[in-house]
């Protein structure tokens, strides 16, 4: 019985073969990358109407329903299909979408929007503040699984109606044809980023009151989704709304995706010029693009909006001594994290990434320092002796991760760097779903990476959900340091009915000291999105919020420009 | 003499069984010796060496001769520290995959055509249990009982591996002790009123060791294959914890831009197959020069 066939005579020959081809091989796509295709006119060239921006992503659209169950990849999608009543400027700031404009009345209590007029939805009608309040309540219904429903119980008649004992939710008041208003149980400072959320924004009559998810999707968005234009698994793509209600928007003729698209296949169609943006290159490859003079100009960063820390189990030992915390957030060395991914991380010494308006760069936070952390845990009846490595916590700590490039390799960092304060972790690999299973019950993990992706630029999104009580459950607890403080919860509740500004801002940098000093979390970094796009792809900037906005974008490529050009073409 | 002079001289006299003994011998070595002259520990990430231009890893030269890994570790250490957990768990399944196969099939082979009570095979039962476990994809089967342990360690990964990996020598043994139960010697032994599992002990499993040790050496090319596929699906041992499939893994995203985080396991995984299988080829035409 041969197991393989005999190869003595050839043996020189064949191991010489494999050694230079497994090497040969891998060398062989180090050659140089293609050069950016330029694009048709020169950079100051007005906008041209026409074109199909075209993307991709290893991962799947989850739904586009905006009231549905949406992830990272939906919200762009699902963000140029519907249209909010207020949205976000390039800036961060809140503006008038399809509201004409808005007021502030009964001290924070009653939020009351005007529509513009004439706005026509994808199927032809046009919007009025019925549209709104059944948008609304369909969202809120409670069969509806919209991940964002809570945050609006604070409208009045909330209970009643997802209780069922209410046709219509009480709250929200159509009081014209293009006038409704919100009124609240009490005063909320962050109403107006709530309304900038997907889940409740306008959706076409035939969306009904209620979430179904065989409908197809309409709004009032630049992009409508035409029939057939969802292959689930496989492709999306939109095409432009005619009748959009800002003139002249949006420029491309339609948006296309193609998913499950791995990214070394992603890299090399961009470069053969079948994708016009990738987004998702791995970090070899971006530093690989940007140390090519042609590319550099080329990509594109957006601002920290994922930040990422060590969640402690407050509940469990050793974290639930405060100290043993204090020691773990000080022997952090965040610099050299961040070196695993320089183009995309930052050291995060604070609760509040630095894409946020209330980010005081100058407030110090949690800092590397391990003498510090030495002394911390010689305060928490710990003393551990670098030189000798006796002493520091008797037992494995265990430290519960999924097994991704990212998170494995800055588990295996601060495996490194408690080393030295004598803590000693033990890294269990579990699958995703088990991960965030054990993260987020009570006592089944002593620790965990957490990370959290604001959910609007503000404060209370990470104070609310991460650290306060109110957001402790037995199961899928967001806050996963279990951490109960009462001071931030007073905190918490009185920011949010806070409308002046600089009283909000102050009880925040309180909130913000608290949680480093307490360190539930032990902040580590903040990553960003980087995008890289050939230079005839045109007006498409880093946005603060949405991780891609392409109602500006234009195609500037030679061969894809409709005759209908804005402008002449050339300015 | 399992390995007398002859099957010694003949071992000798084939290249291929030399060049596949000395490629096993030198990873052996590697494997041991290696954490202990490699500069860098192989846990220590090293900030001050190897960080290259961008954040990426520095390459092979200098201070780290295999270059440095994705949080600037010394890829040479922690191949060597690899490799000890590698062969160990490979070694450690072949032999108790070994010793399930052996067992299944010299008691199916000497049973074969016998029937207790007149009704059940001994034989016919564990080869149809044979046929059915034959029949998943043993790589598939490794990585669904891999997937479903919640914690994996180096025990659990050569259990798994033992426990899947018998079949094959199942099989071979229960043909090689239908041939030697028939002979002579076997046959005299019953009629002199030894009992089954003395004749199996005494007298047919020596006769069979042979294909065993043949058919083990060219399992643990397999095992260090199904090992690597575990560690490379991400159900193998986990971090910080090297070995050769891990590293693979970890090293897939920066094929172009750092070749030697993958060239590196890659080829050792490549020479550590490739000398095990001819290594338990040699042994074989060695072993058993009528079969080859």
Same mark, same amino acid.
């Given at each position: 019985?041969?197991?393989?066939?005999?190869?003595?005579?050839?043996?020189?020959?064949?191991?010489?073969?494999?050694?230079?081809? /497994?090497?040969?091989?891998?060398?062989?796509?180090?050659?140089?990358?293609?050069?950016?295709?330029?694009?048709?006119?020169? @950079?100051?060239?007005?906008?041209?109407?026409?074109?199909?921006? %075209?993307?991709?992503?290893?991962?799947?659209?989850?739904?586009?329903?905006?009231?549905?169950?949406?992830?990272?990849?939906?919200?762009?999608?699902?963000?140029?299909?519907?249209?909010?009543?207020v949205?976000?400027?390039?800036q961060?700031? #809140?503006?008038?979408?399809l509201?004409?404009?808005?007021?502030?009345?009964?001290?924070?209590?009653?939020y009351?929007?005007?529509l513009?007029?004439?706005?026509?939805?994808?199927?032809?009608?046009?919007?009025?503040?019925?549209?709104?309040?059944?948008?609304?309540?369909?969202?809120?219904?409670?069969?509806?699984?919209?991940?964002?429903?809570?945050?609006?119980?604070?409208?009045?008649?909330?209970?009643?109606?997802?209780?069922?004992?209410? @046709?219509?939710?009480?709250?929200?008041?159509?009081?014209?044809?293009?006038?409704?208003?919100?009124?609240?149980?009490?005063?909320?400072?962050?109403?107006?980023?709530?309304?900038?959320?997907?889940s409740?924004?306008?959706?076409?009559?035939?969306?009904?009151?209620?979430?179904?998810?065989?409908?197809?999707?309409?709004?009032?968005g630049?992009f409508?989704?035409?029939?057939? &234009?969802?292959? !689930?698994?496989?492709?999306?793509?939109?095409?432009?709304?005619d009748?959009?209600?800002?003139?002249?928007?949006?420029?491309?003729?339609?948006?296309?995706?193609?998913?499950?698209?791995?990214?070394?296949?992603? %890299?090399? !169609?961009?470069?053969?010029g079948?994708?016009?943006?990738? !987004?998702?290159?791995?970090?070899?490859?971006?530093?690989?693009?940007?140390?090519?003079?042609?590319?550099?100009?080329?990509?594109?960063?957006?601002?920290?909006?994922?930040?990422?820390?060590?969640?402690?189990?407050?509940?469990?030992p050793?974290?639930?001594?405060?100290?043993?915390?204090?020691?773990?957030?000080?022997?952090?060395?965040?610099?050299q994290?961040?070196?695993i991914?320089?183009?995309?991380?930052?050291?995060?010494?604070?609760?509040?990434?630095?894409?946020?308006?209330?980010?005081?760069?100058?407030?110090?936070?949690?800092?590397?320092?391990?003498?510090?952390?030495?002394?911390?845990?010689?305060?928490?009846?710990?003393?551990?002796?670098?030189?000798?490595?006796?002493?520091?916590?008797?037992?494995?700590?265990?430290?519960?991760?999924?097994?991704?490039?990212?998170?494995?390799?800055?588990?295996?960092?601060?495996?490194?760097?408690?080393?030295?304060? &004598?803590?000693?972790?033990?890294?269990? /690999?579990?699958?995703?779903?088990?991960?965030?299973? /054990?993260?987020?019950?009570?006592?089944?993990?002593?620790?965990?990476?957490?990370?959290?992706?604001?959910?609007?630029?503000?404060?209370?999104?990470?104070?609310?959900?991460?650290?306060?009580?109110?957001?402790?459950?037995? @199961?899928?607890? #967001?806050?996963?340091?279990?951490? %109960?403080?009462? !001071?931030l919860?007073?905190?918490?509740?009185?920011?949010?009915?806070?409308?002046?500004?600089?009283?909000?801002?102050?009880?925040?940098?309180?909130?913000?000291?608290?949680?480093?000093?307490?360190?539930?979390?032990?902040?580590?970094?903040? #990553?960003?999105?980087?995008?890289?796009?050939?230079?005839y792809?045109?007006?498409?900037?880093?946005?603060?919020?949405?991780?891609?906005?392409?109602?500006?974008?234009?195609?500037?490529?030679?061969?894809?420009?409709?005759? &209908?050009?804005?402008?002449?073409?050339?300015? | 003499?399992?390995?007398?002079?002859?099957?010694?001289?003949?071992?000798?006299?084939?290249?291929?069984?030399?060049?596949?003994?000395?490629?096993?011998?030198?990873?052996?070595a590697?494997?041991?010796?290696?954490?202990?002259?490699?500069?860098?520990?192989?846990? +220590?990430?090293?900030?001050?060496?190897?960080?290259?231009?961008?954040?990426m890893?520095?390459?092979?030269?200098?201070?780290?001769?295999?270059?440095?890994?994705?949080?600037?570790?010394?890829?040479?250490?922690?191949?060597?520290?690899?490799?000890?957990?590698?062969?160990?768990?490979?070694?450690?399944?072949?032999?108790?995959?070994?010793?399930?196969?052996?067992?299944?099939?010299?008691?199916?082979?000497?049973? +074969?055509?016998?029937?207790?009570?007149?009704?059940?095979?001994?034989?016919?039962?564990?080869?149809?249990?044979?046929?059915?476990?034959?029949? *998943?994809? *043993?790589?598939?089967?490794?990585?669904?009982?891999?997937?479903?342990?919640?914690?994996?360690?180096?025990?659990?990964?050569?259990t798994?591996?033992?426990?899947?990996?018998?079949?094959?020598?199942?099989?071979?043994?229960?043909?090689?002790?239908?041939?030697?139960?028939?002979?002579?010697?076997?046959?005299?032994?019953?009629?002199?009123?030894?009992?089954?599992?003395?004749?199996?002990?005494?007298?047919?499993?020596?006769?069979?060791?042979?294909?065993?040790? =043949?058919?083990?050496?060219?399992?643990?090319?397999?095992?260090?294959?199904?090992?690597?596929?575990?560690?490379?699906?991400?159900?193998?041992?986990?971090?910080?914890?090297?070995?050769?499939?891990?590293?693979?893994? +970890?090293?897939?995203?920066?094929?172009?831009?750092?070749?030697?985080?993958?060239?590196?396991?890659?080829?050792?995984?490549?020479?550590? =197959?490739?000398? *095990?299988?001819?290594?338990? +080829?040699?042994?074989?035409?060695?072993?058993?020069p009528?079969?080859?």
């Amino acid at each position: 019985m041969r197991w393989i066939p005999a190869t003595r005579d050839t043996l020189p020959l064949v191991l010489a073969a494999a050694g230079v081809a /497994l090497f040969a091989a891998p060398l062989g796509c180090q050659t140089g990358l293609a050069a950016p295709i330029a694009a048709e006119h020169d @950079e100051d060239a007005a906008p041209v109407r026409g074109g199909t921006l %075209r993307l991709a992503s290893f991962g799947d659209v989850r739904g586009l329903d905006p009231a549905g169950p949406i992830d990272g990849l939906s919200m762009g999608p699902v963000h140029l299909m519907f249209a909010g009543l207020v949205d976000y400027d390039p800036q961060g700031h #809140v503006v008038p979408d399809l509201a004409d404009h808005w007021d502030v009345a009964d001290d924070g209590r009653t939020y009351r929007f005007v529509l513009r007029h004439g706005v026509t939805m994808h199927d032809g009608s046009e919007l009025t503040a019925d549209d709104v309040k059944r948008s609304v309540e369909r969202a809120l219904q409670p069969t509806t699984p919209d991940l964002f429903a809570s945050y609006f119980a604070g409208i009045a008649g909330y209970a009643a109606f997802t209780g069922g004992k209410a @046709e219509h939710l009480a709250g929200v008041v159509v009081e014209g044809r293009d006038v409704v208003s919100f009124h609240l149980d009490k005063p909320n400072a962050t109403f107006l980023f709530l309304v900038a959320l997907h889940s409740t924004r306008p959706t076409c009559k035939s969306a009904g009151s209620k979430y179904d998810d065989t409908w197809l999707p309409c709004g009032a968005g630049p992009f409508r989704l035409p029939p057939g &234009g969802w292959q !689930r698994g496989t492709s999306l793509r939109l095409v432009r709304h005619d009748a959009y209600f800002q003139p002249g928007l949006p420029y491309l003729d339609a948006v296309e995706w193609t998913y499950n698209m791995q990214a070394l296949a992603q %890299r090399l !169609r961009f470069e053969h010029g079948d994708l016009d943006v990738v !987004r998702e290159l791995t970090h070899a490859e971006t530093a690989r693009f940007m140390a090519d003079a042609r590319w550099r100009p080329f990509g594109v960063v957006q601002a920290d909006v994922n930040m990422y820390g060590e969640s402690m189990n407050t509940r469990m030992p050793p974290f639930d001594n405060v100290e043993i915390r204090r020691a773990v957030a000080a022997a952090i060395d965040r610099g050299q994290f961040a070196r695993i991914q320089p183009m995309t991380m930052t050291p995060l010494t604070q609760a509040l990434p630095s894409s946020l308006p209330d980010y005081d760069p100058s407030f110090e936070g949690q800092r590397y320092d391990l003498e510090a952390a030495l002394e911390h845990m010689r305060k928490a009846g710990y003393p551990f002796d670098p030189a000798t490595g006796k002493g520091g916590w008797p037992e494995p700590v265990e430290y519960t991760m999924y097994d991704q490039g990212l998170v494995s390799y800055s588990a295996q960092l601060l495996q490194q760097d408690l080393a030295r304060i &004598g803590l000693r972790l033990r890294l269990k /690999l579990v699958s995703y779903p088990a991960f965030l299973a /054990l993260q987020e019950r009570a006592g089944a993990s002593q620790m965990s990476q957490g990370n959290w992706m604001l959910d609007y630029p503000d404060p209370s999104s990470v104070f609310d959900e991460l650290f306060g009580s109110g957001a402790i459950k037995p @199961e899928g607890s #967001v806050n996963t340091a279990f951490y %109960r403080n009462a !001071r931030l919860d007073e905190i918490i509740e009185g920011a949010h009915g806070e409308m002046d500004a600089g009283k909000r801002r102050a009880l925040y940098r309180e909130a913000n000291a608290i949680v480093c000093d307490e360190a539930p979390w032990a902040f580590t970094y903040g #990553v960003h999105f980087f995008q890289l796009q050939q230079p005839y792809v045109r007006g498409l900037v880093a946005h603060p919020v949405w991780p891609i906005d392409v109602s500006r974008a234009w195609v500037d490529r030679a061969g894809t420009a409709a005759a &209908g050009a804005l402008g002449g073409g050339r300015r | 003499m399992l390995f007398d002079a002859r099957a010694r001289a003949r071992f000798a006299k084939n290249r291929s069984a030399v060049a596949g003994a000395a490629i096993v011998g030198a990873l052996l070595a590697f494997s041991v010796v290696g954490p202990w002259v490699a500069r860098h520990d192989p846990f +220590e990430s090293d900030f001050a060496h190897g960080v290259g231009p961008n954040g990426m890893p520095v390459g092979p030269g200098g201070g780290f001769p295999l270059g440095a890994d994705r949080i600037f570790r010394d890829v040479f250490a922690r191949l060597a520290v690899g490799g000890r957990l590698s062969l160990l768990i490979a070694v450690s399944a072949t032999l108790l995959a070994s010793a399930i196969g052996a067992a299944v099939g010299i008691v199916a082979g000497y049973t +074969e055509g016998r029937r207790v009570a007149r009704v059940v095979s001994v034989d016919g039962v564990l080869m149809r249990f044979v046929d059915v476990m034959l029949a *998943f994809p *043993f790589l598939l089967l490794v990585m669904a009982i891999g997937a479903a342990l919640e914690h994996t360690s180096a025990i659990t990964i050569f259990t798994t591996l033992g426990v899947t990996g018998w079949l094959g020598i199942a099989r071979v043994l229960r043909a090689k002790t239908m041939q030697v139960r028939a002979l002579d010697y076997v046959l005299a032994s019953r009629a002199l009123g030894q009992s089954a599992g003395r004749i199996l002990l005494r007298h047919v499993l020596p006769n069979v060791a042979g294909p065993l040790v =043949v058919s083990a050496t060219v399992l643990v090319a397999q095992m260090i294959v199904a090992d690597s596929v575990l560690s490379y699906l991400g159900v193998g041992i986990a971090p910080p914890t090297p070995t050769w499939g891990r590293m693979l893994f +970890e090293g897939q995203d920066y094929l172009a831009a750092a070749p030697w985080l993958v060239a590196a396991p890659a080829v050792t995984i490549l020479l550590a =197959v490739w000398g *095990f299988n001819m290594l338990g +080829e040699g042994l074989r035409d060695a072993l058993d020069p009528g079969d080859a």
